[in-house]
């Protein structure tokens, strides 16, 4: 597996960014998740997740930003994404992980 993950842990990333591709795919303009940005990421916390997924807990946004970080960081290592873009999502994740969890129930 990537970067020592266990392939559970991987499949687990995996599902949180397919939730993501989802939401991206759900509005116009239609956006692929190399073409994500904060806006998309903010958005997708505080509002379409907490409605739409009916298992939204603290412990599943926490899951997803750990996911989101990973994502973004592999996408500015690799080149998919310019690195002001992974900047702005983790300064994102990070100062507003509070208000992503006061938007779901425990």
């Given at each position: 597996m990537h970067a020592g993950f266990a392939e559970k842990t991987v499949k687990h990333?995996?599902?949180n960014l397919?939730?993501?591709a989802t939401f991206l795919l759900s509005?116009?303009?239609l956006k692929r998740l190399d073409?994500?940005?904060r806006?998309?990421?903010w958005m997708f916390f505080v509002d379409w997740f907490p409605r739409k997924a009916s298992w939204a807990s603290?412990?599943?946004v926490t899951s997803n930003i750990t996911s989101f970080k990973k994502f973004f960081q592999w996408l500015g290592e690799t080149g998919r994404v310019a690195p002001e873009i992974v900047?702005?999502?983790l300064t994102t994740l990070k100062e507003e992980r509070d208000t992503f969890l006061a938007n779901v129930d425990e």
């Open positions: 990333h995996v599902a397919d939730l993501f509005y116009d303009p073409a994500a940005d806006g998309d990421v603290k412990s599943s900047t702005e999502v």
